[in-house]
């Protein structure tokens, strides 16, 4: 009569456990596994909906850290070509200018000189040119016309316009002389140096303005060796800034390895709406990779956080009845999880899983499916 009082004692536990709802979520009697059962109603009231993993092509993309440039296709220089003062300024640092703008003033005695021998030699070949072939021998009037042509290059060597001339030439003989010119906006952009100051005396060569359209930059990103392979021009990329991702796309991949870093550059062109990137920002870059590969993937919320901290989805064993198995997410892109530790051919809840997990903590039961 004692040894029937446990087995009696564990009939009416079940009895109890039935009684108490733990048959519809609890350890699955098959598996013994914590799994959830729902009714037809309860998955269609929750909108659980469920799809069979098949391996299939999925992008692959590339993570690296990336710095904003200027875009030098983009960007001039405005360069003395002779030695002159500074007698006037016309645009400072983060001023917006147009092709052809007047930046600055300079005063040469080269160019006082060049522009006496322009003078001159205009007047000769204005009045040869006006006598004529018939008047003029032949070999003279070709002289004539080619030290004007030389006359008139040095000048436009030395920095004036043609627009400049032409006024210089109309005006009096101390305004042809005076040695004054101006250098013009050679495009459209905004000011991102200027380095001189009134009255300075600056050499052949020196770069007195630097203007660039920022409304395309680039960003170079730093690869190894083993990845650049793999990248090709016109990939889809991700710029991460701050809070924000912004489009862009490989535009060039460099050829050389970078002998400090160890690393190759990738090019990537973005646009900068509001002049919201500046050269000098670093910035995380995810490039695309044009070849595919095989893999099982799931919307990304479909893939939730076990208890234990480890990822999991829910696999529906029987009808009606799903149990959650954990994965490891190997990467998430555009909302789509790439999941490894499930086979092939599984059902795996697309939509709902929050539901079930839900329903799944209110049994109390954790998740060890290793």
């Known amino acids: ?58 992008k692959r993309e590339i993570s690296a850290p990336g710095e904003i440039m200027l875009n030098a296709y983009a960007t001039s220089q405005v360069v003395s070509r002779i030695s002159a003062q500074v007698i006037g300024r016309h645009a400072k640092l983060g001023d917006t200018v147009v092709i052809g703008q007047p930046l600055i003033t300079l005063s040469s005695v080269e160019m006082a000189q060049a522009q006496g021998e322009l003078l001159v030699a205009t007047r000769e070949w204005d009045r ?38 032409k006024i210089m030439l109309k005006g009096t003989r101390a305004e042809l002389i005076s040695g004054s010119f101006q250098l013009s906006a050679p495009q459209d952009g905004t000011v991102i140096q200027d380095d001189f100051i009134l009255g300075e005396r600056v050499e052949a060569g020196r770069m007195l303005f630097e203007i660039s359209d920022e409304k395309l930059l680039w960003v170079n990103a730093r690869l190894t060796a083993e990845q650049a392979l793999d990248v090709q021009v ?5 710029i991460l800034f701050r809070n924000r991702v912004l489009k862009g796309k490989v535009i060039q991949r460099h050829h050389s390895l970078d002998e400090t870093t160890r690393t190759i550059g990738v090019r990537i062109e973005i646009a900068n709406p509001n002049d919201l990137l500046h050269p000098g920002v670093f910035v995380g870059t995810k490039i695309m990779l044009n070849n595919m590969e095989k893999a099982l993937s799931v919307p990304a919320d479909a893939v939730l956080r076990s208890p234990d901290g480890d990822w999991m989805v829910f696999v529906e064993h029987e009808d009606n009845e799903f149990e959650p198995q954990e994965v490891e997410v190997i990467r998430t ?6 999941i490894e530790g499930i086979k092939a051919g599984a059902r795996v809840v697309t939509k709902g899983a929050f539901f ?15």
């Open 356 to 370: 079930l997990q839900s329903e799944l903590a209110k049994t109390g039961f954790e998740i060890h499916n290793h």
């Open 128 to 165: 040869v040119r006006k006598l004529g072939r018939k008047v003029v021998s032949g070999s003279r009037y070709i002289q004539v016309k080619v030290n004007n042509e030389q006359a008139l290059a040095k000048v436009l060597a030395y920095g004036m316009s043609r627009q400049q001339i």
């Open 333 to 338: 892109n555009n909302g789509v999880s790439v």
């Open 234 to 238: 016109g990939a889809d990329a991700k």
């Open 1 to 58: 009569m004692n040894a029937l009082k446990p087995r009696l004692l564990i009939s009416l536990l079940a009895i109890l456990a039935t009684s108490n709802g733990y048959a519809e979520n609890g350890h699955d009697e098959h598996t013994g596994e914590a799994a959830v059962h729902l009714s037809t109603d309860q998955i269609k009231t929750a909108g659980i909906v469920t799809s069979a993993l098949q391996l299939a092509n999925a």
